[in-house]
C-alpha cells in the first residue's frame, strides 16, 4: 500500500507501543501534524519544546517505557537540547523527533534551519537524520531498541520536511527484527567475578549497598530488596536511586554524598566493603575522591563497562544487566540471621539515633520547608509521584519524603536543570492519572516553565505545584552565605510574580499559606482536586539551609550541619 | 605516576557520513588527544577502518577504547600498540635545493629509500615511506636545507600474520 513518511511515521511508533506523545507544531512538521490528526495516538500539546521533551522523560521515568516527543526544526529542535542533555545525563530511555528543512535546502541555511544531529551529537545515546523514506521504519526501530537497551538514553531522529511527504510502497507487516553491527544488547556476566562477589560479601564485617539510577533502570529493585535483607546490609542510595529500597525500612540509609544523610555517609566511610550497584561514582556522591570509602574493598556492577573504572578503581567489577547480576549472586548467597553482623548494624542505628535528618524552627515562625515535605508524606502515605525541580527544594524533598518504590522520584540529578519538575509531573499524571503526582518547586525554578500550566489545565492533569516560596534562589543563597561572606549577589527573587492569582489566570487553582495550622488543609484540598492542577504558595523562612552537607572538596565524613 | 605510553587503535567503524565527527567529538568531549588519525575504507565498502595514535596511561586508553565502544557506529577496536604490527607513514616534503646542494640531498634521499617526486628551478619534493622514526630521521636530515612545506598522513597500520582486527 502507498504510504506517506509521515504516516509510516505514526505507523512505526504504534508498532512501538507508544501511544501517547509530547510535542509542539511548526512549519516543517506540518506533514506529521496532518497524519496525527486523525490518528490514535494521543498528543499532548506543550507550550514550550523544552516542556515537551521533559514531559516525555516524565513519562519514561513514571513508566520504565520509551518517551516520545516532537518538535519542529531550528529553534523547536534547540529548545529540545536542555530535555535531551538531561534525559542524556539520567540516562532516561527518550526518542526525540525533530523537523528538519528538505532535503535539497540542508546545508543552505534555510530558514528555521539548524543541524540538530551535529548539535545533539555529544548529548544522546544516538542520533539520525533520515534521508529517504524508504530508511525511516529501520531507523524507527533501531532508535527505540537503542533508547531502551543496555544503558537507555535519548536518541534523536531528523526528519526532513520531503522525507515525510514522500508516498512509497509500504508493507504494513514488514516488522524487522533490529540487527545492528556496532550495538549488541548485554547478557550475562563474567561468572567468575559472581563468585568473587559473593566471597567477599561473606567475608565482609562492615558492609554497604550503595544503589543508583541503574537499579531502577533495569527494575531490579526486588532483587536489590533479597540481597540487602537476607544478608542485613544497609543500603543508600544516590539521588537517581531513591525508591530503588523503600526509604521507610530500617536498613534504609537515605541518599548519601554531599546533601547525604550523616548516617549514610559514616557508613560509606567506615565500610570494609561497598557494594556499588548501576551507580557511577559521581563527585556528587563521593566529594573528595581520595578518602571516598577509604576502608573498603569494592565491588562495582553496571551494565555500562566504561562506567567501571572511570572514578575509582574497584576490586571486583562486574560488567552486566543489574537484574542479570543480583539474581545470579542471589542464587549462590545463603541467608543469615540478623546477628551476622550485629556489631555493625548497632553502629549504623546509632548513627540514625545520634544524627537523624532534623531541623530547626524560624526565629520569625515562619513555616520551615521540612515541615511541608513531611505532611506531604504523612497525607500521602509516602505514596504519590514526586518530581522536584532543582536547589534546595529537591534536596529537601529527597531527605523528607521516604520513598517507598522506584520509579516514584522524578528529579534531575546528573544535569541539574530548573524548570523540569512541573513538566515532568504531567508526563507522569498523563501516565498515571490515578495517582496524586506533586511537583515540590522552588520560587525560582517554578518560574523557568511556568507556561505549562496551560497544558495541565487543558488536559484536566490535576498536579500538584508544592512552591517553597522564600523567595531567593535559595541553594545559590545558601552557598553565597556559606562561602562568599554572606553577599547575596543577584539571589534575591522578592519580585515574584502573584503565583495565587497565576495559578488562576491560566484556569488552575492557587492557594497562598503563610500559617502552620493551614498547611495540612491546602495539602488535602489540592489533593482532593480532581479535574485541575493546584499552586500550593508556600511562603517558607526565606533562609533555611539545607543540612547536612559536604562542602565541595571535603571528605564525606567532614559534613556541616545536622549534629 | 602510572606510565604515558602511545597507543595504536585500529578502529573498524561504519562507513557513514558523520561517523568521523562522532568520534573526533567524543576525543573532544572527553579530553583526550589524538596524536594522528588516519581513516580510509577497508576491502568491505561500508566498512572504514581509522588507526588512531593516542597518548595516555593505561587508565586513560581503557577509557578512551570503552567510550569508544559506546558509539553505535563503532564495530570494533583492537589497540596493537602490543602486537607484532607494521606501522607505515607517508611524508610529502618541499626542501629548498639551488644546484650547489642537490647532490647532497639526493644522497640523503638514497640512504632513507625515498624518492623524488618533483623537481622546481629552487625546490624539491621528497616522498618518503617509514615508521614515524624514520620519517622524523628523514625530516631531521633534511632541515639545514631549509624545509618549505612538510605534511605527514599520520600513521596507518596492521597487525602482523593472520590475524584481523
Known sequence: ?563 | MARVNRHILAVTVENRPGVLTRVTTLFRRRGYNIESLAVGTTEIPSISRMTIEVEGDDQIIEQVTKQLYKLVDVIKIVDITEERSVDRELVLIKVKADTNVRAEIVQIVEIFRARIVDIGRNTLIIEATGDSGKISAIEDSLKPFGIVELVRTGKIAMVRGATRP
Open chain 1, 1 to 563: 500500500m502507498k504510504l506517506k513518511g509521515a504516516e509510516i511515521l505514526l505507523h512505526c511508533l504504534q508498532e512501538e507501543d507508544v501511544d501517547t506523545i509530547f510535542g509542539y507544531p511548526g512549519g516543517a512538521v506540518l506533514p506529521i501534524y496532518d497524519a496525527l490528526y486523525n490518528s490514535n495516538i494521543r498528543h499532548i500539546l506543550a507550550r514550550h519544546e523544552q516542556g515537551a521533551g521533559h514531559a516525555a522523560d516524565g513519562y519514561a521515568r513514571a513508566t520504565g517505557k520509551v518517551g516520545v516527543c516532537l518538535a519542529t526544526s531550528g529553534p523547536g529542535a534547540t529548545n529540545l537540547v536542555t530535555a535531551i542533555t538531561t534525559a542524556y545525563m539520567d540516562s532516561i530511555p527518550l526518542v526525540c523527533f525533530t523537523g528538519q528543512v528538505g532535503t535539497s535546502l540542508i546545508g543552505r541555511d534555510a530558514f528555521q534551519e539548524a543541524d540538530i544531529t551535529g548539535i545533539t551529537l555529544p548529548i544522546t545515546k544516538h542520533n539520525y537524520l533520515v534521508e529517504r523514506t524508504e530508511d525511516l521504519r529501520d531507523i524507527i526501530k533501531e532508535a527505540f531498541y537503542i533508547a531502551r537497551t543496555n544503558r537507555p538514553g535519548p536518541v534523536v531522529i531528523d526528519l526532513p520536511k520531503d522525507v515525510m511527504d514522500n508516498e512509497i510502497d509500504f508493507e504494513p507487516n514488514g516488522k524487522k527484527e533490529v540487527n545492528i553491527k556496532g550495538y549488541r544488547v548485554m547478557k550475562g556476566y563474567n561468572a567468575g567475578q559472581i563468585i568473587n562477589a559473593v566471597e567477599m560479601i561473606k567475608q565482609a564485617k562492615r558492609p554497604v549497598i550503595y544503589a543508583g539510577g541503574g537499579v531502577v533502570a533495569s527494575e531490579a529493585a526486588d532483587e536489590l530488596r533479597e540481597l540487602a535483607e537476607k544478608r542485613h546490609i544497609p543500603v543508600t542510595m544516590t539521588l537517581m536511586g531513591l525508591g530503588a529500597y523503600p526509604g521507610n525500612k530500617p536498613l534504609s540509609l537515605g541518599m548519601l554524598g554531599m546533601h547525604g544523610t550523616r548516617y549514610a555517609n559514616y557508613a560509606v566511610s567506615e565500610c570494609d566493603l561497598l557494594i556499588a550497584i548501576g551507580a557511577r561514582f559521581d563527585d556528587r556522591v563521593t566529594s573528595k575522591i581520595e578518602t571516598f570509602a577509604p576502608k573498603a574493598k569494592i565491588i562495582h556492577i553496571d551494565v555500562d563497562a566504561a562506567e567501571i573504572g572511570k572514578n575509582v578503581s574497584v576490586n571486583v567489577p562486574i560488567v552486566g544487566q543489574v537484574k542479570e547480576v543480583l539474581q545470579a549472586i542471589n542464587a549462590k548467597i545463603d541467608g543469615v540471621n540478623e546477628g551476622h553482623h550485629k556489631e555493625w548494624l548497632e553502629t549504623v542505628e546509632r548513627w540514625k539515633d545520634e544524627y537523624p535528618l532534623r531541623y530547626a524552627s524560624d526565629p520569625e515562625g515562619r513555616l520551615m520547608p521540612q515541615h511541608i515535605i513531611e505532611k506531604i508524606y504523612e497525607l500521602t502515605n509516602g505514596e504519590a509521584i514526586i518530581a522536584t525541580e532543582v536547589g534546595q527544594n529537591q534536596m529537601w524533598a529527597a531527605h523528607y519524603y521516604k520513598l517507598k518504590e522506584p520509579r516514584t522520584l522524578l528529579t534531575s540529578g546528573g544535569l541539574g536543570t530548573m524548570g523540569y519538575g512541573f513538566p515532568a509531573a504531567i508526563g507522569a499524571k498523563v501516565a498515571h492519572p490515578d495517582k496524586p503526582v506533586i511537583d515540590i518547586a522552588g520560587d525560582g525554578s517554578i518560574q523557568m516553565n511556568i507556561q505549562e500550566l496551560a497544558v495541565a489545565v487543558e488536559y484536566k492533569l490535576p498536579v500538584i505545584i508544592c512552591i517553597l516560596n522564600n523567595h531567593f534562589l535559595g541553594m545559590v543563597r545558601q552557598w553565597q552565605g556559606l562561602f562568599y561572606e554572606g553577599r547575596y549577589s543577584y539571589t534575591d527573587m522578592s519580585h515574584q510574580p502573584d503565583f495565587v492569582k497565576l495559578a488562576e489566570a491560566y484556569g488552575a487553582m492557587g492557594i497562598r499559606i503563610k500559617e502552620y495550622a493551614e498547611v495540612e488543609p491546602a495539602i488535602r484540598k489540592a489533593l482532593a482536586s480532581t479535574d485541575k492542577p493546584v499552586v500550593l504558595d508556600f511562603w517558607v523562612a526565606r533562609e533555611a539551609d539545607v543540612y547536612p552537607m559536604v562542602p565541595s572538596g571535603s571528605s564525606l565524613f567532614d559534613m556541616l550541619g545536622g549534629d
